[in-house]
């Protein structure tokens, strides 16, 4: 039988239907399905797909096991890697990262190594494959706090427990899970299926969670180090801090920031609302700003509450959208209307306050600026008016200043962003480590874990060396 040249496809909801629904829009492959995508993997002895993971997953490793119909092989291979690839195969941007290096991209489409790791973490949880545990920490176990339970907390603090450390997670959300629960919507990630099922097994590993708990308001880091015996902490607050674009407007009722709108609908459930108290107002008519992974999150939203006519204003062209492929395609399936080459400069409003239009200008592409993208310039006179009666603002996130304002002696760039060393996450404190956004700044899931897991081996000879 000759190699497919083509991915096998991924089954989805159809995109009418999905529009007006929460449910999940990809299905997962059948077992059918993933055994013969697994055998379009060539089982390299270079791997180069492997380079381009952050975590290095043994991929032809893992889809060997799978190749043979053994999930639980895989499954145990992946988790040596990844502890959340139930969250990674949805939510990866594989297409920049491991499977922009698989060799079969050079003559067709990559083997869809996201979709594989998918079904191999999906069908080893239906089928209740045993999970990890670790024996209980020792009654006199150095203690170790993570502030923050995103997917760089939960890797840290995993990683920590299976060493044998009495770990407690601090989260000032009432859900931990930090953007897989407040920020990724749940027909992207389900959440109870998928995030919470790898919160409890964090739990089954002895992390303590506690919920509804500021660090820098509840406790400082100085506290929870001089006064409740915590040796080392890991700071992964994340990149949660809105920002606006500084235009006239911006105050009018139905202008939200991405993160308040996704978090409203996400976290807070408003779209099950009076049921739920947290309402949300989408009018018929929404302009969401910016072109990456929550401007697509916050306009596929928008129309599963209801409007009826989605736009993105982007100032770029197409091809620099910096969201994932798969959600740009889903987007425009879905009807979403790209206003590609547009900028806005001002919103405008009635008398009650409530917004009415978006003023935009049209936008071309002029030389390469610092980021090596084309800069886009404003074309003079062009001016126009989009009807919409929701601004949503997606144009990128800061990290919340209230840690590193609370925290003595903790280095902050001019960003805020706190200055960590790439290898360790070791900080200017002693005995005090970051990791995730709150330090690169917005980036991406599996990037965030890297983290976690590299400041978690740090943590260890950190502490190992203390009590010598
Ligand atoms: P977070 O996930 O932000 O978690 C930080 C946690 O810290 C939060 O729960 C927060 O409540 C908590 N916290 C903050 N301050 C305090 C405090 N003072 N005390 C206690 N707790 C605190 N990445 C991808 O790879 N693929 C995608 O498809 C993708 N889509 C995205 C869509 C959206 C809408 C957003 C917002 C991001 C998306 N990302 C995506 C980016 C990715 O989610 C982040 O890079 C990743 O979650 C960062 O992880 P983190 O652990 O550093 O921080
Ligand atoms: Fe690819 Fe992400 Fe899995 Fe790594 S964790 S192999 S980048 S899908
Ligand atoms: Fe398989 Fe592609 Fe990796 Fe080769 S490069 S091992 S074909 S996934």
């Known amino acids: 039988m000759s190699l497919s040249l083509k991915k096998t496809p991924m089954p989805e909801q159809d995109a009418i239907e999905r529009g007006h629904n929460f449910k999940e829009v990809t299905l997962g492959y059948s077992e059918e399905q993933a055994l013969i995508e697994a055998a379009r993997c060539l089982q390299c002895k270079t791997a180069p797909c492997r380079q381009g993971c952050p975590v290095g997953v043994d991929i032809p490793g893992f889809i060997g096991k799978l190749k043979t119909g053994d999930v639980a092989g895989a499954s145990e291979v992946l988790k040596g890697y990844n502890g959340l690839p139930a969250v990674c195969g949805r939510v990866c941007p594989q297409e920049e990262q491991c499977e922009k290096y698989c060799v079969l991209a050079k003559k067709g489409e990559a083997v869809g190594i996201g979709r594989l790791e998918r079904y191999t973490a999906d069908t080893a949880r239906h089928q209740a494959v045993p ?20 997917p760089a907390g939960l890797t840290a603090a995993g990683e920590m427990a299976k060493r044998g450390y009495k770990v407690t997670v601090f989260e000032a959300l009432h859900r931990p899970g930090g953007v897989l629960v ?30 509804n708990v500021v660090i820098g308001q509840t406790y400082t ?129 009635d008398d009650e306050g409530w917004v009415r239009q978006l003023r935009c200008i049209r936008m071309t592409l002029g030389e390469p600026d610092a980021s090596g993208r084309r800069r886009p310039e404003a074309v003079p006179g062009s001016e126009f008016e989009l009807d919409v009666d929701t601004v949503i603002m997606a144009i990128g996130q800061g990290p919340n200043p209230l840690v590193q304002q ?12 706190i200055v960590a060393d790439a290898e360790t996450g070791a900080t200017s404190r002693e005995g005090v480590f970051a990791g995730g956004d709150v330090v690169t700044g917005a980036a991406t899931v599996i990037l965030a874990m890297g983290a976690g897991k590299k400041a978690a081996a740090a943590m260890d000879e950190y502490l190992q060396n203390k009590r010598k």
Do not use: W
């Open 131 to 150: 999970q990890e545990e670790a024996a209980p920490a020792a009654a006199d176990a150095q203690k170790v706090a993570v502030i923050g339970s995103g």
């Open 182 to 211: 407040y920020g990724i919507p749940e027909f992207r990630l389900p959440k109870d299926e998928v995030v919470q099922v790898e919160i409890d097994a964090l739990r089954k590993l002895g992390v303590d969670i506690e919920v």
């Open 221 to 349: 880091i100085d506290e929870l180090m001089e006064e409740e015996g915590f040796e080392a902490v890991f700071i992964a607050t994340g990149a949660g801090l809105p920002h606006f674009m500084g235009i006239p407007g911006e105050q009018y009722n139905g202008v939200y920031s991405a993160n308040e709108f996704l978090t409203r609908c996400n976290l807070m459930k408003a779209y099950r609302f009076p049921e739920c108290a947290t309402p949300i107002h989408v009018g018929r008519r929404v302009a969401v700003v910016g072109g990456g992974n929550v401007a697509m999150d916050a306009a596929r939203t928008a129309l599963r509450l209801g409007a009826e006519k989605v736009y993105i204003v982007y100032r770029r062209s197409e091809a620099e959208l910096p969201a994932r492929l798969e959600e740009v395609h889903h987007a425009k399936e879905e009807g979403v209307d790209f206003q590609l080459l547009n900028n806005p400069v001002e919103i405008l409003g």
């Open 406 to 417: 609370t925290t003595k002696g903790l280095d902050v760039n001019r960003r805020g962003n």
